[in-house]
């Protein structure tokens, strides 16, 4: 998944009403595991599970897109989003728009 490929979220557990809600993708975080998606209309920035993301950009390649697929149709959901912290810099400063 390239950064900026628009998305929706999906079979979130722990915070439902972001079900449904779209966004832009910003970014990997390879420590939380979790894509890190800009919320549409002033909702912020939450990181979520690959799993709870639905692509509507163009389709991811290998076998990366397969095991999302995969996780996906299995409708694994967990610990499924946490709400980011502000980064330093251009980023923070897009975040603060975002949050706004």
Do not use: F, K
Not at 2 to 7: L, R, S
Not at 30 to 55: D, F, K, M, P, Y
Not at 72 to 94: H, Q, T
């Amino acid at each position: 998944m390239e950064q900026d490929t628009q998305v929706c979220l999906h079979g979130l557990v722990d915070r439902p009403e972001l079900n449904g809600r779209c966004g832009t993708v910003q970014r990997w975080n390879s420590h939380a595991n979790r894509w890190t998606i800009e919320l549409s209309a002033h909702g912020g920035v939450v990181r979520v599970h690959e799993c709870n993301i639905q692509w509507s950009g163009p389709p991811m390649a290998g076998a990366r897109h397969r095991a999302a697929s995969e996780a996906m149709a299995a409708g694994l959901a967990g610990a499924d989003v946490e709400m980011g912290d502000a980064p330093a810099g251009a980023e923070g400063e897009r975040w603060a728009r975002a949050a706004a």
